[in-house]
């Protein structure tokens, strides 16, 4: 309902000036006689979140996201290297991007995997109860810190 008195107000305004004297007004700007208002929330930065992926050698490698960014998007943003990892670009359509959680935090994940990741994960080497598809986890400022298994090996399942 503001938007449509603003627009009145403006269509007022353009009135009241083609029938007032145009030389009188001619060189102070248009913007001087129009009234903006936004009606979009103002873009606030996304908070930065990290994650370290510890590789079976003990090997650890830290990496930055924001918040709801996936795991495949903080390695390939960092090009962290993780070898054939996120073959498939997050299509679900092979288990490259398996990753082993803590089980605190595999309890606390917003998302519950789907039947295609569930599906995804039946083909992945080194299965646990606390597996999921790092495609799958979209991060949040409570995962922030997490630690996160990577496989001996994995398993293309397009292969």
Do not use: W
């Not at 908070?47 to 050698?57: G, K, P």
Request: hydrophobic content about 35%; overall charge negative; some cysteine.
């Amino acid at each position: 309902m503001a938007l449509v008195r603003k627009f009145h107000q403006l269509s007022k305004s353009i009135l009241i000036l083609n029938s007032t004297n145009v030389k009188s007004v001619k060189n102070i700007p248009v913007a001087s006689f129009v009234r903006t208002s936004s009606t979009s929330q103002p873009l606030s930065e996304k908070q930065e979140v990290n994650i370290t992926f510890v590789r079976a050698s003990g090997e650890r490698i830290k990496a930055k996201g924001k918040v709801g960014d996936t795991i495949l998007d903080i390695v390939v943003n960092n090009e962290v290297d993780l070898d054939g990892y996120g073959a498939c670009e997050g299509t679900l359509t092979c288990s490259t991007c398996h990753l082993i959680f803590p089980k605190e935090v595999y309890d606390s994940l917003p998302d519950k995997p789907t039947d295609e990741e569930l599906d995804m994960l039946d083909l992945a080497y080194d299965l646990t109860d606390t597996s999921r598809l790092g495609c799958q986890i979209v991060m949040t400022k409570e995962l922030d810190g997490i630690e996160v298994k990577v496989p001996t090996t994995i398993n293309d399942a397009r292969a």
